[in-house]
């Protein structure tokens, strides 16, 4: 696919309620600006979307992880937002599991699947990717997202694709359920 531009974002959280951390919170969201071949258009077949994502998923999930640097990837999310002559359709066929695998593969590996949200939008446009921990979703301290704005996309004809990460869980998590200590890893649940 013809990528336009790439955007990278870092929100990098050192301490929260006056409590510093050990351990910043880092998350990364790295968002490729694609071409929309349908734009305009009704197509049946979107598979043609589907397989160009592991491409631009290779791309952006490589960005990201190096963004994370020198942390490792414990949570994960994805996104996408099409522009206004495309169908909302149009942006979740770029993020199936052919996308979603080539996250995983990069972050090193995940059990659970991935959160996502998907709308249509122009430029300026905003969107809310929610993270949640790569092995098991029920770990409830690594519920959280990033929040991005694209001052220059979508255009029209354009989807922009989005590939977040996320290296520990909120700061200050206290609100019970299942820790990532406890993870069993058999069917990314628990």
Request: charged share 25%.
């Amino acid at each position: 696919m013809q990528v336009r531009k790439i955007l990278t974002f870092v929100d990098e959280s050192r301490s929260e309620a006056g409590q510093l951390a050990q351990t910043p919170l880092r998350k990364v969201a790295v968002v490729a600006v694609v071409k929309n071949p349908f734009a305009g258009k009704f197509e049946l077949d979107l598979s043609a979307l589907v397989e160009a994502s592991a491409a631009v998923g290779r791309e952006v999930s490589a960005i990201a992880c190096d963004l994370m640097r020198p942390f490792a990837v414990e949570s994960y999310g994805k996104g996408a937002i099409v522009g206004l002559a495309g169908e909302q359709e149009h942006a979740v066929a770029m993020l199936t599991t052919v996308f979603g695998n080539v996250l995983r593969d990069a972050a090193g590996g995940g059990k659970a699947w991935i959160s996502s949200m998907t709308k249509r939008g122009g430029p300026g446009a905003s969107i809310d990717i929610p993270l949640a921990h790569k092995d098991a979703l029920y770990v409830r301290s690594h519920y959280d997202g990033i929040s991005l704005t694209l001052p220059d996309a979508p255009l029209p004809d354009e989807i922009a694709v989005i590939c977040a990460y996320a290296n520990r869980d909120r700061l200050n998590s206290r609100v019970g359920g299942l820790s990532k200590d406890e993870i069993k890893g058999i069917d990314g649940l628990v």
